[in-house]
């Protein structure tokens, strides 16, 4: 059989084709959720403190227990441990709609069931990342990579929009049920693709302890993904931790209510989206550099964003973040990916995960933290400031894209 590719165009595979149809459905289905959560969590308590508690549980999973999944993600089958986890995703999402339905959520419930889905998700992030470089040869993986990346952020551009009717329509328990049975799309797909073989471990898996430290070892070891995760933090943090705030933002600043959040949330999606289709068409200008100045840049806008009270203003604003922290995040998967040995990339998918959503976690709970104590505006203005001056500050090695494999 000719396993020569005929284009580097990751849409030419068949398996990356049917994978990617089901993975953008269940993607809708969880940004319907993310803005159905953040919403909740706001209508229910009126509180930044607590959509700033409810945002964290659904990232602190994977800083827990990240490295503990990537292991998991180098040992057992990839394809297996996805259907198992989603299949548990769609339970746990249509429990909590039928709680909601019936009116026994309250802040402490839906803290919970957002906390045990927050652990599926972290288990799942090693597995999906490490799926893509299975479906494709290593010519198609940065286009794979990007390609995914617009299917997350196209999602991310209408599912809000489908939130935001939904919540007004029906009530947030029918969007929770509708990210559930969103799940199922995506186990189909994956129950139908082809992997291609994994490279044979250079060695026999010891004790999880072991791995994991192996795996810290290799980050630590190898300067420019090290650097990468480093500034990937920075963003994290200080970036994506203040736009968890968006559902306060929406309805104490801008009094917009659900279809402001919806229309922010899509924003952010739309720039993404920009984002990933210029990923998608070349890379070879991608370095940990332009990374570096894409958290800077970040950090500016974060400041604007914190300081205006029109609404249309931020709007464009945000729009722009989505571009530049797509770039981040996007970027550093695209440049680690295609720099990490087969053999430890569940464990440095899982560091990665574990860093941009736990980041995220850990800037969510302190921005809302601060808000109720400083006031909203006051603190999203600091966290931008921080993101200029720490990324300022981050060592990155530059490695130019050119001189990678």
């Not at 922010?264 to 332009?290: E, F, K």
Request: aromatic share 8%; hydrophobic share 55%.
């Amino acid at each position: 059989m000719n396993t020569q590719p005929t284009s580097t165009s990751a849409l030419s595979s068949r398996s990356f084709l049917t994978y990617l149809i089901g993975s953008t459905v269940s993607l809708h289905g969880l940004w319907i959720y993310r803005v159905a959560l953040g919403w909740f969590a706001w209508e229910i308590t009126g509180s930044e403190f607590w959509v700033g508690l409810v945002a964290f549980t659904q990232f602190a999973p994977a800083v827990v227990f990240g490295p503990i999944f990537g292991v998991l993600a180098d040992r057992f089958d990839r394809r297996k441990a996805s259907i198992v986890i989603n299949a548990l995703g769609t339970i746990n999402m249509l429990l909590l709609g039928l709680l909601a339905w019936l009116g026994y959520v309250d802040i402490y419930v839906l803290a919970a069931q957002s906390l045990v889905q927050g652990a599926l998700d972290g288990a799942h992030t090693p597995v999906r990342m490490t799926l893509v470089p299975s479906l494709v040869p290593k010519e198609q993986l940065q286009s794979a990579i990007a390609s995914a990346s617009i299917s997350f952020n196209l999602s991310r551009f209408i599912g809000p929009a489908i939130a935001g009717t939904i919540i007004a329509t029906q009530g947030v328990a029918v969007a929770f049920a509708v990210n559930g049975i969103s799940y199922i799309a995506y186990i189909v797909a994956l129950s139908l693709v082809e992997l291609r073989p994994s490279i044979t471990r250079s060695k026999a898996p010891g004790d999880v302890t072991t791995e994991m430290l192996d795996g810290i070892r290799y980050i630590v070891q190898h300067r420019t993904i090290r650097g990468l995760l480093l500034i990937v933090a920075v963003a994290s943090v200080f970036g994506r931790g203040a736009l968890e705030m968006m559902p306060a933002f929406a309805d104490a600043i801008f009094q917009r209510g659900p279809s402001g959040l919806a229309i922010l949330t899509a924003a952010l999606g739309a720039g993404a989206i920009a984002s990933g289709l210029i990923l998608s068409r070349n890379t070879l200008w991608l370095d940990s550099r332009v990374i570096k100045i894409s958290v800077v840049t970040a950090g500016l806008f974060i400041v604007v964003l914190g300081a205006t009270e029109s609404f249309w203003l931020a709007v464009p604003v945000v729009v722009s973040l989505g571009v530049i922290l797509s770039l981040c995040g996007v970027g550093s998967q695209i440049l680690i990916q295609t720099l990490v040995d087969d053999d430890v990339r569940g464990r440095v998918s899982s560091f990665w995960g574990m860093i941009a959503f736990g980041g995220t976690a850990l800037g969510s709970l302190v921005v809302g933290s601060a808000s109720a104590a400083f006031g909203l505006q006051t603190t999203v203005m600091v966290s931008g400031g921080l993101c200029c001056i720490v990324a300022l500050m981050a060592p990155v090695r530059h490695e130019p894209a050119s001189s990678l494999p």
